[in-house]
Every structure is written in structure tokens, then in C-alpha cells.
């Protein structure tokens, strides 16, 4: 059989998807376009073009020496491992990219695991060693180290090593970038050392959905390798679900990879991965089997979520003014449709009609979520990430990250001191060249709300990265921050008297000439507790002109928090207002009075 089937695997910002571009326009079929982007191809999502990371995982498909190798570029991030998790059952065998000075990190661990315990062959790509202080002689050290960490058998830690730099497009099999060419060394140990897709003949057929698509005139595709039989153009097949349910459905489309995209084909041979359309209902996970001998595959198991939030109507004074679906209906019929294509998620109804519980791996998988609605034109108002919490015989778990911390050694004292008020034991720590590599264990609650107060005490020059380690007996409790918010106490619009009034109390989110209603939080107090400022406060006009008047009160450059700054800001009894023009913070409780009666109640 003339295919392969293989996934890249790496950390976040390890240069998989800079690899598969180089691997892509060196392959013999590949043309690309003259208005299609020069790099970068594989990240066809504005978000992830953006954040510089894959969220979500693509199929492409690359000829050399007339043999096909299917490519899927799967995320690095820990937060979307459900899509790594479904890949693995797609995949014969995997490119792990690990880079040349880092070395393996904790993502890279994690989805290393998923191919070990898939059983895959694995190729070791080191790349980006083109970079200052590369060290690759080391990095291979640690990689061996990490296979038998992770119980790699022996087939796989017998794996052949690649140096690269993908950026240049360029590989071969010693460090040396002035002997390499070209990446065709990559092709060739494919060839050699990835098996061709196992098939038995005997079996009737069976496609596994492991990824979904939408096309506006196809519908609903339905991508997954195709493990036995063959797929024909407009023939009926079985489609079973989740819940064993079998019906027989008709496909009105079979198609492939090439390149890029997805071509038209009469029929589709077991082995390669392929897509079919005409099946409006399937979803993630289910099987297409042959409708006289219906056999289901093994369903996908997916890691548990984390993290909880509340996602709800937006309630502000402002609502409806920015967004153009704004109801119930529409945020219901928004979160069903994301079930369908991210296995990872889970929703449940919250304590009303208007709210749900929304689970997830971690906060950027929410907050990805998130943003993806917003600039869809969704209106909603979210509450605190919090952690889920299990009982096992009687006892309270919860879950652990591992934190992997890389920070100047000027800053490793307070690093250290920060993780210690949340819980953190460290686990490991060495110094390499003036900066510092840290381990902790911590639990995930300790976790939430972290990373902004990490920027600020290593001056933008820290590192972190984390990854779930498992469930465990519940650590105590966590002192909260102790911090406070500027609420403004009128509805109205922002300007520089009533803002240079309320910078004096600490840091503002905001500058003149926005719109605010009470409730809203316009900046966060300098001392702990909340303080109500009316920044909507004019300038009293009078007869008479003092020696200063004509000088301009000089405002502070505002803090303008991003959506996750906002998630990270938020205390339990505020919010996040998200509108695809606006991220607002406000208080649940939006008037004074309703806040004092609470706080009243609570300590009678």
C-alpha cells in the first residue's frame, strides 16, 4: 500500500506547523497559490494566526516518489489534548519536534504519552538548531530519558534522530545546518521507518469519525480513517452512534487529501484517511460501518475537564447594543454545535434557563471558546473559572498541574515565594546560564488567576507552562489575593475629571470617553477592598478662573485587559461582559444597595 499515515506531535512553539509548511512546498504535489500566506499555512484559523499556536487539528496530504504520506498537525497546548487523543487513532506512526535549546517540556511529555500508548513509531525531529546555544547533543539526552520515563517499549526507543531548521526548511542527519539542503531526509525516514497501514481483508467496513468540518454546500464532512472495506460515492452505509443506535444513510460525497484540500473521488480504499458528507447528525467518535454487517469500532475515551465556568445571557445595561445574537436560544443552539466538534467540552443546564455550566481541559480552552463566539457576534457574560472536584471513597480530590517555570534568576525568589502562597511543592530545580528551571506541583485552584501576577514579578521575562497530572486528595485552603476593584457608581461616559479623581486609588482599565453604568469595574484598588468612584464626574463651571486652569490634569496610560486578563482578574462576586466589541468587567450585584444587603445576610 503507497500510503502513510503520520501526526506531528511537539510543545507549544516548537515549530510543528513552521515543519509541515516546509514539508508541504517540498512535496511533489503541492502548488500553492500566489494570495495564499507565504508561512504559516497549516493555521488557517484567525485566532490561530494570531496566538502563533495550532488549536485545532488539519489534515494534509503530501506525495513523494509516488507514495501519499497523510500529515496531521495537531495542537501542542495540554488544553486542546482532545484533539491529540483522537489523532492518535488516525496515525500509524508520529514527527515528536522537540527544540534544540529547550529540550522536552511538559506539553511535550504529554502528547508524547499519547503516541507511546497508542504503540506508534516515532521519528525524533530536533529542530530550531539554527538558535543561539542550541544544544542538541543534550536535547537528545533528555529525550531518551523521557521514553523510558513514560515506558516507551523497546521498538520505540530505537527511534532515528532528524536535526532541522524548519524555518529555513532545511534537515538533515548531524547537527550541522551548512551540510543540509532540503527536508527530503524527512520524507525518506517515513518511508523507512513509519509502517504502511495494517488492513484486513476480511473485515467488512469500518471508518472511525475522529474530526469534523462544515461546507456550506456539502453540510456536515465527517474526516477519519477508513480501517477496512471501501467507501463508494452516493452508497448507503450504516451510521452508529455513541449510544449503539444504528441506522442506514446514504453518502452524497466521498472525498480525499490533496494538499491541502479536500477533492471529489468515486470511491475511498481502506488505509487512508478520508471524508464523507451526508450524514447530518454524526458526530465525533461514532462509526460508518457496512449496512448488512454493522460492526462498531471502540469509541474515543477523553481526559475528564477541570474547569468550570458559567456562561450566561448578558444582563448589563448595555446588552443587546453590540452583539447580534444575544438570546437564550442562540447561546444554547452556539454551545450544542461546539459538543459536536470538541469532545473535550462538556455542558450541562445551570440553576436557570438563561445559564450554563460550561467544562473544559483549562482556561485557554475556554477562553478560546469564548473568543470564538464573541467575534461570531455573541453577547454573554461569564463567571469565575473554578476547579471540579471529585469524591473518591469519602475523601475530597482535586485536580494537580505539573508547572514548568523557566525566569532570570534575579526573579526566582519571588517566583518561588508566589508558588509557595499557592500551594506549590517543588519538585525540581536547576540553573543553566543565569536563568533558572522550576518544577512545582500545585493544584489546579492555586493555578487559576496566576499567570498575570507571574508576568509582572519576572518583568514579562518568565515562562510557564503547565500540564494536568491527575486527582489528589484536596490540599487545603488557599488564602485568596487580597485585592480590590474601582466600581463606578454612575451610568453615563467616562472623562478626565472624574478618571484622574479614580487613578489616584490605584490602577484604571479604561481612558475617556467610554461608555460605563453602574456596577461596571473601571480599575483595581491599590488596598484591599472595593472603593465606588463616579469617573462620569464634570468639572464644575464657575465665575472665576483659578491661576492653573488652563492646565490639562495629566491621565496614566490605562491597563487594557484581553479576555483572559479579565478571566484572571475576576473575584467570585464579579463577572466577565464579553460583546464582539467590548470584554467588561462588573460586579454580579450591579447597585451598591444590593451589595450591602448580601453582605448583610451573610454574616447574620
Same mark, same amino acid.
Request: with cysteine; aromatic share 6%; net charge negative.
Given at each position: 500500500?503507497?500510503?502513510?499515515?503520520?501526526?506531528?506531535?511537539?510543545?507549544?512553539?516548537?515549530?510543528?506547523?513552521?515543519?509541515?509548511?516546509?514539508?508541504?512546498?517540498?512535496?511533489?504535489?503541492?502548488?500553492?497559490?500566489?494570495?495564499?500566506?507565504?508561512?504559516?499555512?497549516?493555521?488557517?484559523?484567525?485566532?490561530?494566526?494570531?496566538?502563533?499556536?495550532?488549536?485545532?487539528?488539519?489534515?494534509?496530504?503530501?506525495?513523494?516518489?509516488?507514495?501519499?504520506?497523510?500529515?496531521?498537525?495537531?495542537?501542542?497546548h495540554a488544553d486542546f489534548g482532545g484533539e491529540v487523543e483522537r489523532?492518535?487513532?488516525?496515525?500509524?506512526?508520529?514527527?515528536?519536534?522537540?527544540?534544540?535549546?529547550?529540550?522536552?517540556?511538559?506539553?511535550?511529555?504529554?502528547?508524547?504519552?499519547?503516541?507511546?500508548?497508542?504503540?506508534?513509531?516515532?521519528?525524533?525531529?530536533?529542530?530550531?538548531?539554527?538558535?543561539?546555544?542550541?544544544?542538541?547533543?543534550?536535547?537528545?539526552?533528555?529525550?531518551?530519558?523521557?521514553?523510558?520515563?513514560?515506558?516507551?517499549?523497546?521498538?520505540?526507543?530505537?527511534?532515528?534522530?532528524? #536535526?532541522?531548521?524548519? !524555518? +529555513?526548511?532545511?534537515?538533515? &542527519?548531524?547537527?550541522? *545546518?551548512? $551540510?543540509?539542503?532540503? /527536508?527530503?531526509? %524527512?520524507?525518506?525516514?517515513?518511508?523507512?521507518?513509519?509502517?504502511?497501514?495494517?488492513?484486513?481483508?476480511?473485515?467488512?467496513?469500518?471508518?472511525?469519525?475522529?474530526?469534523?468540518?462544515?461546507?456550506? #454546500?456539502?453540510?456536515? !464532512? +465527517?474526516?477519519?480513517?477508513? &480501517?477496512?472495506?471501501? *467507501?463508494? $460515492?452516493?452508497?448507503? /452505509?450504516?451510521? %452508529?452512534?455513541?449510544?449503539?443506535?444504528?441506522?442506514?444513510?446514504?453518502?452524497?460525497?466521498v472525498m480525499l487529501f490533496d494538499g491541502l484540500n479536500k477533492v471529489?473521488?468515486?470511491?475511498?480504499?481502506?488505509?487512508?484517511?478520508?471524508?464523507?458528507?451526508?450524514?447530518?447528525?454524526?458526530?465525533?467518535?461514532?462509526?460508518?460501518?457496512?449496512?448488512?454487517?454493522?460492526?462498531?469500532?471502540?469509541?474515543?475515551?477523553?481526559?475528564?475537564?477541570?474547569?468550570?465556568?458559567?456562561?450566561?445571557?448578558?444582563?448589563?445595561?448595555?446588552?443587546?447594543?453590540?452583539?447580534?445574537?444575544?438570546?437564550?436560544?442562540?447561546?444554547?443552539?452556539?454551545?450544542?454545535?461546539?459538543?459536536?466538534?470538541?469532545?473535550?467540552?462538556?455542558?450541562?443546564?445551570?440553576?436557570?434557563?438563561?445559564?450554563?455550566?460550561?467544562?473544559?481541559?483549562?482556561?485557554?480552552?475556554?477562553?478560546?471558546?469564548?473568543?470564538?463566539?464573541?467575534?461570531?457576534?455573541?453577547?454573554?457574560?461569564?463567571?469565575?473559572?473554578?476547579?471540579?472536584?471529585?469524591?473518591?471513597?469519602?475523601?475530597?480530590?482535586?485536580?494537580?498541574?505539573?508547572?514548568?517555570?523557566?525566569?532570570?534568576?534575579?526573579?526566582?525568589?519571588?517566583?518561588?515565594?508566589?508558588?509557595?502562597?499557592?500551594?506549590?511543592?517543588?519538585?525540581?530545580?536547576?540553573?543553566?546560564?543565569?536563568?533558572?528551571?522550576?518544577?512545582?506541583?500545585?493544584?489546579?485552584?492555586?493555578?487559576?488567576?496566576?499567570?498575570?501576577?507571574?508576568?509582572?514579578?519576572?518583568?514579562?521575562?518568565?515562562?510557564?507552562?503547565?500540564?494536568?497530572?491527575?486527582?489528589?486528595?484536596?490540599?487545603?485552603?488557599?488564602?485568596?489575593?487580597?485585592?480590590?476593584?474601582?466600581?463606578?457608581?454612575?451610568?453615563?461616559?467616562?472623562?478626565?475629571?472624574?478618571?484622574?479623581?479614580?487613578?489616584?486609588?490605584?490602577?484604571?482599565?479604561?481612558?475617556?470617553?467610554?461608555?460605563?453604568?453602574?456596577?461596571?469595574?473601571?480599575?483595581?484598588?491599590?488596598?484591599?477592598?472595593?472603593?465606588?468612584?463616579?469617573?462620569?464626574?464634570?468639572?464644575?463651571?464657575?465665575?472665576?478662573?483659578?491661576?492653573?486652569?488652563?492646565?490639562?490634569?495629566?491621565?496614566?496610560?490605562?491597563?487594557?485587559?484581553?479576555?483572559?486578563?479579565?478571566?484572571?482578574?475576576?473575584?467570585?462576586?464579579?463577572?466577565?461582559?464579553?460583546?464582539?466589541?467590548?470584554?467588561?468587567?462588573?460586579?454580579?450585584?450591579l447597585t451598591e444597595i444590593e451589595r450591602k444587603r448580601t453582605r448583610?445576610?451573610?454574616?447574620?
Amino acid at each position: 500500500m503507497n500510503i502513510r499515515n503520520i501526526a506531528i506531535i511537539a510543545h507549544v512553539d516548537h515549530g510543528k506547523t513552521t515543519l509541515v509548511d516546509a514539508l508541504l512546498k517540498q512535496s511533489e504535489n503541492f502548488k500553492m497559490k500566489m494570495d495564499a500566506p507565504k508561512d504559516l499555512i497549516m493555521d488557517s484559523n484567525e485566532l490561530e494566526r494570531e496566538r502563533g499556536i495550532t488549536i485545532f487539528s488539519k489534515n494534509a496530504s503530501i506525495k513523494y516518489r509516488d507514495i501519499k504520506i497523510n500529515i496531521v498537525d495537531t495542537p501542542g497546548h495540554a488544553d486542546f489534548g482532545g484533539e491529540v487523543e483522537r489523532i492518535m487513532r488516525m496515525v500509524d506512526g508520529v514527527l515528536l519536534l522537540v527544540d534544540a535549546k529547550e529540550g522536552p517540556m511538559p506539553q511535550t511529555k504529554f502528547v508524547l504519552r499519547k503516541a507511546i500508548q497508542a504503540g506508534h513509531k516515532i521519528i525524533v525531529v530536533i529542530n530550531k538548531i539554527d538558535k543561539p546555544n542550541a544544544r542538541p547533543e543534550w536535547v537528545l539526552n533528555a529525550t531518551y530519558d523521557l521514553f523510558f520515563e513514560l515506558g516507551a517499549s523497546e521498538s520505540q526507543i530505537e527511534f532515528p534522530v532528524i #536535526y532541522a531548521s524548519a !524555518i +529555513a526548511g532545511k534537515a538533515g &542527519y548531524e547537527p550541522d *545546518l551548512g $551540510k543540509m539542503e532540503n /527536508v527530503e531526509c %524527512i520524507f525518506e525516514t517515513i518511508l523507512k521507518y513509519i509502517p504502511e497501514p495494517v488492513v484486513d481483508e476480511s473485515k467488512p467496513l469500518q471508518m472511525l469519525t475522529v474530526n469534523l468540518a462544515y461546507d456550506n #454546500y456539502k453540510g456536515k !464532512i +465527517a474526516v477519519g480513517r477508513l &480501517y477496512s472495506g471501501t *467507501l463508494k $460515492k452516493g452508497t448507503t /452505509v450504516a451510521h %452508529i452512534n455513541r449510544d449503539g443506535i444504528t441506522k442506514q444513510i446514504k453518502l452524497s460525497s466521498v472525498m480525499l487529501f490533496d494538499g491541502l484540500n479536500k477533492v471529489d473521488v468515486e470511491e475511498a480504499n481502506a488505509g487512508d484517511i478520508v471524508a464523507v458528507a451526508g450524514i447530518p447528525d454524526i458526530s465525533i467518535g461514532e462509526t460508518i460501518a457496512d449496512p448488512k454487517n454493522p460492526i462498531a469500532l471502540p469509541t474515543i475515551q477523553i481526559d475528564e475537564p477541570t474547569i468550570k465556568m458559567t456562561f450566561g445571557v448578558n444582563t448589563s445595561p448595555f446588552k443587546g447594543k453590540e452583539g447580534e445574537f444575544t438570546t437564550s436560544r442562540n447561546l444554547k443552539d452556539r454551545l450544542e454545535r461546539e459538543l459536536e466538534t470538541d469532545v473535550a467540552l462538556s455542558v450541562a443546564p445551570g440553576e436557570t434557563t438563561d445559564r450554563w455550566i460550561v467544562s473544559g481541559r483549562g482556561e485557554l480552552h475556554l477562553a478560546i471558546l469564548i473568543e470564538k463566539m464573541r467575534r461570531e457576534g455573541f453577547e454573554l457574560e461569564v463567571s469565575k473559572p473554578q476547579v471540579i472536584f471529585k469524591e473518591v471513597n469519602g475523601k475530597k480530590m482535586e485536580p494537580m498541574e505539573l508547572v514548568s517555570i523557566e525566569t532570570p534568576e534575579a526573579y526566582s525568589g519571588t517566583v518561588i515565594e508566589m508558588m509557595g502562597k499557592r500551594s506549590g511543592i517543588m519538585k525540581e530545580m536547576r540553573v543553566d546560564q543565569g536563568i533558572v528551571f522550576m518544577d512545582f506541583a500545585i493544584p489546579t485552584r492555586g493555578l487559576i488567576g496566576s499567570r498575570g501576577e507571574f508576568l509582572t514579578s519576572t518583568k514579562g521575562m518568565g515562562i510557564m507552562n503547565s500540564i494536568f497530572l491527575g486527582y489528589e486528595e484536596y490540599k487545603g485552603e488557599i488564602r485568596p489575593e487580597t485585592r480590590g476593584s474601582i466600581i463606578a457608581t454612575e451610568t453615563g461616559v467616562s472623562n478626565n475629571f472624574g478618571l484622574v479623581a479614580a487613578q489616584g486609588r490605584g490602577k484604571l482599565f479604561m481612558s475617556a470617553g467610554v461608555s460605563v453604568y453602574e456596577g461596571m469595574v473601571v480599575g483595581q484598588n491599590a488596598k484591599a477592598g472595593d472603593i465606588p468612584v463616579n469617573v462620569c464626574k464634570q468639572r464644575e463651571l464657575t465665575n472665576f478662573r483659578a491661576k492653573n486652569e488652563g492646565l490639562q490634569d495629566q491621565l496614566e496610560v490605562p491597563l487594557t485587559l484581553t479576555l483572559e486578563d479579565a478571566l484572571s482578574y475576576i473575584g467570585d462576586d464579579e463577572m466577565v461582559e464579553v460583546t464582539p466589541k467590548s470584554v467588561r468587567i462588573r460586579k454580579i450585584l450591579l447597585t451598591e444597595i444590593e451589595r450591602k444587603r448580601t453582605r448583610r445576610e451573610v454574616k447574620n
